[in-house]
């Protein structure tokens, strides 16, 4: 009877001393699951205020960059950003500050999307890779800028 108490008391005790890291163990990871799901909520909050303002933060569109999920965007979503990214850096002449955005396009210089929000770019270069460059600026330029 000694030897069936002290043999339960080793099971109980051996299963406490495994319990404890598995424990630990699976709060870690809940940890670091709450942080993954804040990361994508904050990735997802700029993505949302970018893609929508025509003239967004510069820091905001860096920043969106930076994430790992960025990267599982489609490719017309990068680009649109990362052309986006790159404007504001031109200082545009005065003949280019005098002609609109489709005009900007029709003469393929980038300073057309100054006035254009990531979400209609987007939308231009997902037309430009269906039909091509030529048919958006034949009929569908004029309609987006």
């Known amino acids: 009877m000694n030897e069936a108490l002290l043999r339960l008391n080793y099971i109980a005790g051996t299963i406490a001393t495994l319990m404890i890291p598995l424990w630990f163990f699976c709060f870690i990871v809940w940890r670091i699951q709450l942080r993954i799901e804040k990361h994508e909520e904050f990735y997802d909050a700029i993505k949302e205020t970018v893609s929508t ?16 999920k960025f990267r599982k965007e489609i490719p017309e979503f990068q680009k649109a950003v990362r052309e986006k990214l790159k404007i504001y850096d031109l200082a545009p002449t005065t003949i280019e500050k005098t002609m609109s955005p489709a005009q900007l396009y029709k003469a393929n210089n980038p300073l057309w999307i100054r006035g254009c929000s990531i979400g209609t770019i987007k939308s231009i270069f997902i037309l430009e890779n269906k039909l091509g460059k030529d048919v958006v600026i034949a009929k569908y330029i004029d309609e987006f800028v």
């Open 53 to 68: 303002e025509n003239q967004p933060n510069q820091n905001k569109l860096r920043a969106l960059t930076k994430f790992r």
